[in-house]
């Protein structure tokens, strides 16, 4: 591992110490170790000289580096009597809870009494938030901290008394469906972990308001880079952004215990961090497939659009909807048309506009006079061919996600021929 460049490691309930051996990586660029149950020194050379608190935050003990608290000084006669303590007392402790619990057992199998430990939801393990602090963190939710509006809620920026910059979701629970999607979005944000998905870091809910406290995107969606004059993505850009949504896909539907289908891909879902990495939000309509069930039936409809046919028509949910919506992400990226834009009418659908007509590639991204025009224009000619075979009108004409993925990044490998070394 002495290559390693970046390792996220939050929210792992990780304990114990940051091991100074990790100075020693000098390729390391990006370290998360946030809202574990880490204690004692932060190293401070190599790699972690440039390392901020954001790094680390959420772990009350840690001690010594940027903006944490400095760390005690420890005694020659204290590090003694610790180690006193290691030696003699540990053990003794530990064999006394051990013929605690061997009593109790006993007790309670003679009394017939089942002995069985709830497994804690994750935002109960995780730093507690209360709506006091979520209300003095969005200053009253004032609309200066609005980041967007959703279907079932409001989703402000947070900033709180420890500096902590956090996503708030407040679900309007006066909407239909409100409830069922906090609690979706609870039930598959505790347990899922990759880095192209957003983050739970803790939830606030009683009987009248309900919240999730999410990971905060610096540089907001891939919509708002995509329809803003404000905003400009280069080509490599928009595919390596669609490589990262392509592999939050991919985890979803085979790299878990349970197949997850999103339901509700779109460009405003894909939220983009300071480095503009994409991450997959917003599971709201999120349907979880039991073993061996490959389709689930829903009354609940995305945004139009971006569904598949049979979703739309008789509300048919698959691994193969997703995949669709991602051919129509993939389309709106590189052409920056809206799948329901006012051009589009029943006989023209987004996909025959690609499937059948020139000059529709995003004209930000092609200058003839460029000395590699035609490179590109080979590559944007697989990004909208890998887009139809996404978006087949047949589910099982459509790719899985696992070759979604390979293809994309074949694209680019193709596109750096000359340099794939770098991109392996």
């Not at 420890?162 to 979005?185: Q, R």
């Not at 993505?233 to 979803?252: G, H, K, P, T």
């Not at 059948?356 to 991204?365: K, Q």
Request: hydrophobic letters at 40%.
């Amino acid at each position: 591992m002495i290559g390693l460049e970046s390792a996220d490691l939050s929210n792992n309930i990780l304990s114990g110490m940051i091991p100074k051996s990790l100075e020693a990586l000098r390729y390391l660029k990006d370290f998360n170790v946030s809202f574990n149950r880490l204690e004692g020194e932060i190293p401070s050379k190599g790699p972690f000289s440039s390392f901020t608190s954001q790094s680390f935050m959420g772990n009350e003990e840690l001690c010594g580096g940027f903006l944490f608290r400095p760390c005690k000084a420890r005694s020659v006669h204290h590090s003694r009597r610790s180690r006193f303590l290691l030696i003699v007392l540990v053990p003794l402790v530990v064999s006394l809870m051990g013929l605690g619990s061997i009593v109790v057992f006993m007790f309670r199998r003679r009394k017939n009494v089942p002995t069985q430990v709830e497994s804690l939801p994750t935002t109960t393990i995780l730093a507690r938030i209360s709506y006091i602090e979520i209300e003095r963190a969005t200053q009253g939710f004032d609309q200066c901290n609005l980041l967007g509006r959703g279907g079932f809620g409001s989703v402000y920026k947070g900033i709180f008394a420890n500096e902590m910059v956090l996503a708030i979701k407040v679900f309007n629970l006066h909407i239909e469906g409100a409830f069922k999607s906090f609690d979706t979005e609870c039930e598959v944000l505790r347990n899922l972990r990759h880095r192209n998905l957003t983050k739970v870091i803790s939830s606030c809910t009683n009987m009248d308001f309900k919240a999730l406290l999410l990971e905060y995107m610096p540089n907001g969606s891939l919509e708002q880079w995509l329809h803003s004059d404000d905003y400009y993505l280069n080509m490599i850009q928009r595919l390596d952004i669609m490589i990262d949504v392509a592999s939050a896909l991919e985890y979803l539907h085979h790299g878990y215990a349970t197949v997850v289908v999103h339901s509700d891909l779109k460009p405003s879902n894909v939220l983009l961090d300071e480095r503009l990495v994409g991450h997959v939000s917003d599971f709201g309509l999120t349907k979880l497939l039991g073993e061996g069930e490959s389709i689930a039936h829903t009354n609940t409809l995305a945004t139009m659009g971006y569904i598949a046919p049979e979703y739309g028509s008789v509300g048919l949910v698959s691994r193969r909807c997703d995949v669709y919506s991602y051919g129509i992400v993939l389309m709106e990226t590189f052409t920056r048309k809206k799948p329901y834009d006012e051009m589009f009418q029943e006989n023209l659908s987004m996909r025959s506009w690609v499937c059948n007509s020139e000059d529709i590639i995003d004209a930000t991204l092609l200058e003839p006079e460029e000395i590699d025009f035609k490179k590109k224009l080979h590559c944007m000619s697989s990004i909208l061919e890998l887009a139809l075979n996404c978006t087949a009108e047949s589910p099982n004409e459509r790719l899985n996600m696992k070759d979604v993925r390979a293809n994309i990044k074949k694209i680019k490998l193709e596109f750096f021929a000359n340099d794939v070394a770098k991109f392996m």
